[in-house]
């Protein structure tokens, strides 16, 4: 079955940056378009950020672009967020998303928060 395990969350003051990883199994990785979420406390879960299964194509939340960047390793069947200059309003639980077969598929999620 499809597994998503998401890291490298944790506490960062503003301005520092994190990465976070997504190990993917259960299909074939290299197809499916990857997908970064995240849900702060009270808010809705939000799209971040996305990349195609070649890795040509990506997509950002306007609130994310020039700080955020997607990428993926089809080799290591993980997908990356890498985010710098965090700021405060960033902070959330960050899940990873891939839709394989009409099912949705969702990781535990990482928490990332920023704080000084």
């Known amino acids: 079955q499809v597994q998503l395990v998401e890291s490298g969350g944790g506490l960062v003051q503003p301005g520092g940056s994190l990465r976070l990883s997504c190990a993917a199994s259960?299909?074939?990785?290299?197809?499916?378009?990857m997908t970064w979420y995240r849900q702060a406390p009270g808010k809705e879960r939000e799209l971040v950020a996305s990349?195609?299964?070649?890795?040509?194509?990506?997509n950002y939340a306007d609130s994310v672009k020039g700080r955020f960047t997607i990428s993926r390793d089809n080799a290591k069947n993980t997908v990356y967020l890498q985010m710098n200059s965090l700021k405060p309003e960033d902070t959330a639980e960050y899940y990873c998303?891939?839709?394989?077969?009409?099912?949705?598929?969702w990781g535990q999620g990482t928490q990332v928060t920023v704080s000084s």
């Open positions: 990349i195609s299964g070649g890795g040509g194509t990506t």
């Open positions: 998303y891939v839709r394989v077969r009409s099912n949705n598929n």
């Open positions: 259960g299909f074939i990785f290299s197809v499916y378009t």
